[in-house]
Nanobody
Framework: QVQLVESGGGLVQPGGSLRLSCAASGSIFSRNAMGWYRQAPGKERELVARITSSYLTIYSVSVKGRFTISRNNAKNTVYLEMNSLKLEYTAVYYC????????WGQGTQVTVSS
């Protein structure tokens, strides 16, 4: 049974930073891609960033240069470092595991507000 548990969300002012973490159980972590998605109120869920098992990364245009995705296979954990946060980044952030986003975490709320 694979489980993903996100942490690190919270309230931050515009221009601030947060670091999200997602810890995965199970033994398939290192062989699979990991991703971060977000869903803002009234909007569709969208891909934020993705990292493959070979550490290739992709980012949405809206966060490129502000967010960094990384992974630590020894800890079965993926991270999302978020800098220069904007009001419109307020959303529930979800991590995923699997080349087809087969597993999803429960989400962590990020609120950017002054």
């Amino acid at each position: 049974q694979v489980q993903l548990v996100e942490s690190g969300g919270g309230l931050v002012q515009p221009g601030g930073s947060l670091r999200l973490s997602c810890a995965a159980s199970g033994s398939i972590f290192s062989r699979n891609a990991m991703g971060w998605y977000r869903q803002a109120p009234g909007k569709e869920r969208e891909l934020v960033a993705r990292i493959t098992s070979s550490y290739l990364t992709i980012y949405s245009v809206s966060v490129k240069g502000r967010f960094t995705i990384s992974r630590n296979n020894a800890k079965n954990t993926v991270y999302l470092e978020m800098n220069s946060l904007k009001l419109e980044y307020t959303a529930v952030y979800y991590c995923t595991l699997g080349n087809g986003d087969d597993y999803w975490g429960q989400g962590t709320q990020v609120t950017v507000s002054s």
